[in-house]
């Protein structure tokens, strides 16, 4: 979102033109605080509607300041596709807009092996180990591609070769991860744990693929945003207006 003077504040844009130079640096001030207000109302709204947000989802939105040339500011969503993680547009994109995701770096891996049809999503199921923001822990995630021959080296090696080792390591563990690309005797397509008991065994469900995600928008990004920043700009305008009068007087 943007908080122009023009646009925003039309009675503000003759009042700086009233003040000169110094109504220009005021507005310029006001709005870069105004947009950081806005921001901080953003991150409650989002400890407000999502279930234990991440710091890294919290941090995911950015501002722009004002400058005397160009009396506007910004906040909005990180994009930087070459940051630590998923960039912060693709997963807080949809809960804003609603729609679709876009796939996460474990779905390409099943999806290039052929274990997950193109286009699809893993979904969890009660299978899945979730970590205290309710998403799917990071070590089973890694056990999981390590068994499926996915991935190498990412710490959590249980890697199914066949070997006496890996069976050893696996029977230690006493987990084994598969995946059905298809429907296969009742059992939906998905990633799936058989434990193994000393009397039997038992199956469950980590990830169910489904061939849609859709969310409905969620997060008032806009609205609240916008409502923060106007109500911040009038005090923080008349704030530095008294402070640059006051040092053009001392001057």
């Known amino acids: 979102m943007k908080l122009n003077v023009k646009t925003n504040f039309p009675d503000v844009a003759r009042r700086i033109e009233e003040l000169g130079r110094q109504g220009t640096f005021a507005a310029a001030v006001a709005l870069t605080r105004s947009m950081k207000d806005a921001q901080g109302a953003i991150k409650d709204e989002m400890r407000s509607v999502f279930d234990r947000p991440t710091a890294f989802a919290l941090n995911g939105t950015f501002t722009k300041g004002a400058t005397k040339s160009n009396l506007e500011a910004r906040v909005w ?12 547009d693709r997963f807080l994109g949809p809960q804003i807009h609603g729609g679709s995701r876009a796939q996460k770096g474990a779905e390409r891996m099943l999806q290039r092996a052929g274990l997950l049809p193109a286009g699809w999503y893993a979904v969890p199921a009660v299978g899945a180990q979730l970590d205290g923001y309710g998403n799917v822990k990071r070590s089973q995630v890694v056990q999981i591609l390590s068994q ?5 080296g990412a710490g959590f090696e249980s890697r199914a070769t066949g070997s006496a080792r890996s069976a050893r390591t696996i029977a230690r563990q006493g987990v084994t991860y598969f995946a059905l690309p298809k429907a296969t005797r009742g059992l939906q397509p998905g990633i799936y744990l058989k434990r193994r008991f000393a009397h039997g065994s038992a199956i469950r469900p980590v990830f169910i693929f489904v061939d849609a995600v859709r969310y409905q928008p969620r997060l008032k990004f806009f609205d609240v945003g916008q409502t923060a920043a106007e ?21």
């Open 231 to 251: 109500h911040s700009f009038f005090g923080h305008f008349h704030t530095e207006v008294e402070k640059a009068i006051a040092t053009a007087r001392l001057k």
């Open 148 to 152: 499926l021959k996915l991935q190498r």
């Open 77 to 88: 969503v990180k994009d930087d596709a070459f940051g630590k993680g998923t960039p912060a």
